[in-house]
């Protein structure tokens, strides 16, 4: 019987809304962690489209029973999120040279903070490379095709949404 330590990671983002990139990035740490927590950010200072209660529904839904993943708000720091959570591995998606620079910066603050907790960085198949959760948005309030890009649930959740209000910040320029 093996007595190590789980490995522990957390998926942090702001998930507004889950898409199919964060899908791809969520199952490959499930493949390589014993535990993976998607950690949903509740953001004070931004204002997002869902709520951070329907954006854990998303992630709930989309990974139903999916062992080992699991679901959670946080809030300030994240190092200190994954301390409490016994994590050892700050999980990161990187997409294109665009996001190097700022993901890089803030390894190297997590590190400066927390040297025990490492940051691991993974990319997505090659599919889902040019999507980002304000691309979906721009292009969904436009009348956009993103059937395959996010779960289905979050394009229906958008769908209902639409007959509500329309999303602000419609551009895609
Ligand atoms: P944040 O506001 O923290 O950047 P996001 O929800 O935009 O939150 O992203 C969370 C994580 O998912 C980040 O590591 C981001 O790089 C990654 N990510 C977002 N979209 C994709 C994608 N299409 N492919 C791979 N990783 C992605």
């Given at each position: 019987?093996?007595?190590?330590?789980?490995?522990?990671?957390?998926?942090?983002?702001?998930?507004?809304?889950?898409?199919?990139?964060?899908?791809?990035?969520?199952?490959?740490?499930?493949?390589?962690?014993?535990?993976?927590?998607?950690?949903?950010?509740?953001?004070?200072?931004?204002?997002?489209?869902?709520?951070?209660?329907e954006r854990v529904a998303i992630v709930q839904e989309v990974f139903?029973?999916?062992s080992p993943v699991e679901v959670d708000t946080f809030d300030g720091?994240?190092?200190?999120?994954?301390?409490?959570?016994?994590?050892?591995?700050?999980?990161?998606?990187?997409?294109?040279?665009?996001?190097?620079?700022?993901?890089?910066?803030?390894?190297?603050?997590?590190?400066?903070?927390?040297p025990e907790i490492e940051t691991t960085f993974m990319m997505p198949?090659?599919?889902?490379?040019?999507?980002?959760?304000?691309?979906?948005?721009?292009?969904?309030?436009?009348?956009?095709?993103?059937?395959?890009?996010?779960?289905?649930?979050?394009?229906?959740?958008?769908?209902?949404?639409?007959?509500?209000?329309?999303?602000?910040?419609?551009?895609?320029?």
């Open positions: 019987m093996s007595t190590s330590t789980p490995r522990i990671a957390v998926c942090p983002g702001s998930f507004d809304p889950m898409t199919m990139g964060h899908v791809d990035i969520i199952e490959r740490a499930a493949r390589l962690y014993d535990r993976v927590v998607v950690a949903v950010a509740i953001n004070r200072d931004k204002t997002p489209l869902f709520p951070v209660d139903a029973d999916r720091l994240l190092v200190e999120y994954a301390r409490h959570k016994h994590a050892s591995v700050i999980v990161r998606g990187l997409r294109a040279v665009s996001d190097f620079e700022y993901e890089f910066q803030m390894a190297l603050m997590n590190r400066h903070l927390a198949a090659e599919q889902y490379t040019y999507i980002s959760s304000r691309l979906i948005k721009e292009v969904f309030a436009l009348g956009g095709q993103i059937d395959g890009l996010v779960p289905p649930t979050v394009e229906q959740r958008l769908r209902a949404r639409r007959q509500d209000r329309p999303i602000p910040h419609a551009r895609l320029t």
